[in-house]
């Protein structure tokens, strides 16, 4: 059984074999402004008001998007068992690089070296295989579709350009290309698998030292109703003795429940508070038992780190808390945080052949919630995680599942 999917082709994508690298920014992205008071959002949308710049976008045309389709299928096809290893996925993903265009290697190469406002690129126009399969109920889905395998290979191009793609031994089985789709079950979890719920902000895996440096999400299948957020910390506006706390190490950041061991994933409800975080935080179990990545459970680390100009973040609105829980005022930067984080937030709300590639050392992401309908047509995300240091690569055994 195939569903086809939504938007086959992106609503202002150029015509085809066109080389120009950017294009106007779509309707589907906007700033948002944040809610009154401040406090985390479940929609974060307030009423639009400025569109993504052009800078932050790079468009594959028609042709171009067809001979990468084309090469993904034909190394699927002539090495059906790359996905046993993840090194040879991730070399699978390399050779990718021969069909990508030359305008995206330009503008991926200048966004890796510049980054912009934002800290974020969409590419547009990687459309979906003929023939996707329903979308699954589960993040670890047991069999593939060709059509899903040629847009994993795709993203595992695209985002060799960004680094070396890594995993995680305890995240999904330790696979090298994620799925963000929602599950039955799962509906309120701050996880890849929630829907109903506000996914709120944070950077992918903020409590380990060694978490990714950019993470791509390719759109399979859409929801027009969900929309990803996401907001640079260098765009926010922190008065000095803000900033100045949360560069200091007075906090604490706790295992993200994604890696907790099949059958602990608990539901966690938007709005628990800092006790339900503290609880589902625990569920991942001792953050010192799973690797020298982790900091040691109850370790103090700052929130900002980097230069003033520049400054990189750590930051988990569900599992960052002040070391001491009698620090007000690490408890007011946070907020103070969270709220400008919001304030300059964007808004994007993925279509089929969308990549949202993200620098997870410089911007934190949400995703609004949304109906899930369980009849195979719900939104499917991709997601690929890269370290952009081969020198960090090599450090770590050059190993692409760690633990």
């Known amino acids: 059984m195939s569903v086809p999917a939504h938007d086959p082709r992106p609503p202002h994508a150029l015509a085809p074999g066109a080389t120009t690298a950017f294009a106007a920014p ?7 402004a944040a809610p009154a008071g401040g406090a985390t959002s479940a ?48 070399e699978a993903g390399a050779a990718m690089a021969a069909a990508l265009p030359a305008h995206l290697l330009r503008a991926a190469h200048r966004h890796r070296s510049l980054g912009n406002r934002h800290q974020a690129l969409v ?19 047991p069999a593939l579709g060709r059509a899903a395998r040629q847009g994993m290979l795709t993203l595992l191009g695209v985002m060799a350009l ?3 793609p890594f995993t995680f031994t305890a995240l999904y089985e330790g696979r090298l290309v994620q799925h963000v789709v929602p599950v039955p079950g799962q509906e309120r979890a701050q996880t890849s698998g929630g829907s109903r719920s506000f996914l709120d902000w944070h950077v992918e895996d903020a409590f380990r030292a060694d978490r990714c440096d950019y993470v791509g999400l390719l759109c399979l299948r859409g929801d027009p109703s969900a929309r990803t957020l996401f907001s640079a910390v260098g765009a926010a ?47 991942a179990g001792p953050a010192d038992a799973a690797g020298p ?63 949202l590639v ?36 090599r450090r770590r055994g050059a190993r692409h599942v760690i633990a």
């Open 26 to 32: 779509p309707a589907t992205s906007a700033e948002v």
């Open 43 to 90: 929609a974060g949308a307030g009423p639009p008001r400025h569109a993504l710049g052009p800078e932050s976008f790079v468009v594959v045309g028609g042709q171009d998007n067809a001979r990468i389709t084309r090469l993904a299928g034909a190394l699927h096809d002539a090495h059906p068992d790359v996905w046993h290893s993840p090194a040879a996925s991730a």
């Open 123 to 141: 590419v547009r126009g990687l459309t979906p295989a003929p023939g996707l399969q329903p979308t699954p109920a589960t993040l670890t889905p």
């Open 162 to 164: 960004f680094g070396e």
């Open 237 to 283: 506006r922190l008065d000095a003795r803000t900033e100045r706390t949360l560069r200091e190490p007075r906090f604490t950041v706790g295992p993200d429940l994604a890696h907790a061991p099949a059958g602990r994933v608990a539901e966690s409800v938007a709005g628990a508070g800092a006790a339900g975080a503290v609880e589902l935080a625990g569920l």
């Open 293 to 355: 990545g982790l900091a040691p459970d109850g370790a103090a680390v700052p929130v900002l780190s980097g230069s003033t100009t520049d400054p990189e973040l750590r930051y988990d609105a569900v599992y960052l808390r002040p070391l001491d829980p009698a620090d007000q005022e690490a408890a007011t930067a946070l907020r103070r945080l969270g709220a400008a984080l919001e304030r300059s937030a964007v808004g994007h709300v993925l279509v089929p052949g969308d990549l």
């Open 358 to 393: 993200l620098d997870n050392r410089r911007a934190a992401h949400a995703r609004t919630l949304f109906a899930a309908r369980g009849d195979g047509t719900d939104r499917w995300l991709l997601r690929v995680m890269t370290c952009a240091s081969p020198r960090a690569h």
